[in-house]
């Protein structure tokens, strides 16, 4: 693996993109765990969303003005996700930031946003620059109608009323670094408990997390305040889930939704999609797509449709069954017993 990386980061970017073909077509990819024992009947195939509009820019490399036109986008491209979701009954797990389940926000003169909660030390990861200001300083402390890319209760709304019997899951408050190094145990329990009382004021309880930009840790806070399962890619991208540690489930990830960086057509596209589920469903092992809703245009309207209708001809044929990360779980700890 140290090898192949190696080698994949002295090829030109075209070359790579050759090489990844090439690895689809030979078979070599995706890798298949082929030793895990699958306690299901069929495949399992998962799909969640990290719903998080201008939130996940905020002290990124991006501008803010491209953060706000990034959550925009999103806003745009919800509905006709949704649509398509109903139309193929998929239900899809929303790790939703916390904020966005709240229509308004408002600070006291003189006040941060957000005074009551904690804010992490600077610090610097692969995503994120945090150096100066203060960690809610892009927070317009306004409302949906003033600043759509901030506030997203309607959209939530439009979630709770699809068909598709959707899960709403935690993707923390404010999209922070949730890694031991950069989030104390008290900023990750106030996280939570945010996430969790916004949630809650629209009637939704969620129990599984997405980390945000893959920043794993704090798993006591998520054992402390009821959540049973988190997503994380692994060795191979079809696989079974495990129980770590703390008693919470790992649920693997396979493949990120969306346009690649080497200008393949939506025929190789669906290609490679066939290849994840027929896996799968031969190894009754878990196949988890993720994707962001602001995933671009050319995707949204070319690809995301026949990857729908191809996951409903599996389930269909009885080849696999379509989970939310939460009733995987659950599925996943009643086998066990
Ligand atoms: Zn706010
Ligand atoms: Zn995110």
């Known amino acids: 693996m140290r090898l192949y990386k190696t080698i994949r980061s002295l090829l030109s970017h075209r070359a790579r993109g050759r090489l990844t073909k090439l690895l689809y077509i030979t078979g070599l990819k995706p890798r298949v765990n082929r030793n895990a024992r699958s306690p299901f009947k069929t495949g399992v195939v998962v799909l969640s969303a990290d719903f998080e509009m201008a939130w996940a820019f905020r002290f990124s490399r991006t501008r803010h003005t491209e ?122 329990d106030a996280e939570l408990d945010a996430s969790i009382a916004a949630a809650l004021s629209k009637g939704i309880s969620m129990h599984s997390m997405v980390f945000p930009g893959g920043t ?11 959540f049973t399962c988190y997503r994380q890619p692994m060795k191979y991208h079809i696989d079974m889930c495990h129980t770590d540690q703390h008693g919470l489930v790992v649920i693997p990830s396979s493949i990120g939704l969306g346009r690649d960086h080497y200008g393949w057509d939506s025929k190789f596209h669906l ?12 190894h009754r092992l878990v196949c988890h797509f993720w994707f962001h809703p602001s995933v671009d245009q050319w995707y949204l309207e070319n690809v995301m449709p026949s990857v729908l209708s191809l996951i409903e001809v599996y389930r269909d044929r009885g080849q696999v069954s379509v989970m939310t990360m939460g009733d995987l779980a659950d599925e996943y700890i009643r086998l066990q017993r």
Not at 216 to 226: A, D
């Open 67 to 188: 953060a706000v036109e990034a959550g925009l986008h999103e806003r745009k491209n919800l509905p006709l996700l949704l649509e398509l979701f109903d139309r193929h009954s998929i239900p899809v797990t929303w790790a939703t930031v916390g904020h966005l389940f709240l229509g308004e926000c408002s600070k006291a003169q003189g006040e941060t946003a957000h005074a009551g909660m904690p804010r992490p030390a600077f610090f610097t990861n692969k995503n994120w620059s945090f150096t100066s200001g203060d960690w809610y300083e892009h927070d317009p402390c306004s409302d949906l109608l003033r600043d759509p890319a901030w506030y997203a209760s309607d959209l939530v709304d439009q979630i709770l009323k699809s068909r598709a019997g959707h899960e709403f899951g935690c993707h923390t408050f404010s999209h922070a670094d949730f890694t031991y190094s950069h989030c104390s145990g008290e900023m990750a």
């Open 216 to 226: 794993f840790g704090n798993y006591e806070s998520l054992v402390r305040k009821g």
């Open 271 to 282: 290609r490679i999609i066939e290849k994840f589920l027929a896996a799968a469903a031969r």
